[in-house]
């Protein structure tokens, strides 16, 4: 029988679910695991891994940017839009409201044939610190 976190997190499960809340550069699981290693030396890369899905399971943290080679965490879990760097790949918050009519998303939903649960907004182009000419 699999064993859940309840509520009341473990320690280990805390101190990831602070790191995670105390960056706001949504981390990816190796970054997470570096920053934990700090405070938590005995804690092993798998075990991060597992506190992050369970923290994920549990709605404390969110997943963005699932790919094979990053999974990215984001501690703010209220409904928000991300801007991705073409070039560099950071991953921002935005900071404002993106507003679309629900009407306009149960259409596309309708037309990929899936039930609408949420929805989020990307924005793709350069960060500030890739569209400045890099002057050395
Ligand atoms: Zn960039
Ligand atoms: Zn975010």
């Not at 990816?28 to 030396?41: G, N």
């Not at 399971?57 to 984001?74: A, M, Q, T, W």
């Not at 950071?90 to 009407?103: A, G, K, Q, T, Y």
């Amino acid at each position: 029988m699999q064993t859940k976190l309840k509520t009341k997190l473990n320690s280990n499960a805390q101190a990831v679910l602070d790191t995670v809340q105390g960056t706001h550069n949504h981390p990816t699981a190796l970054e997470i695991y570096e920053a934990v290693k700090r405070v938590r030396s005995h804690m092993g890369l798998a075990s991060v891994y597992r506190i992050l899905h369970n923290l994920v399971e549990l709605g404390y943290i969110k997943e963005v940017g699932r790919s094979e080679e990053c999974n990215r965490y984001d501690g703010n879990v209220s409904r928000h839009d991300h801007a991705v760097c073409t070039n560099c790949g950071v991953l921002l918050d935005v900071p404002v409201e993106v507003n679309v009519p629900s009407e306009v998303l149960e259409q596309a939903a309708l037309a990929a044939g899936i039930e609408l649960g949420s929805y989020e907004v990307r924005l793709y182009g350069l960060c500030p610190s890739c569209s400045t000419p890099n002057n050395s």
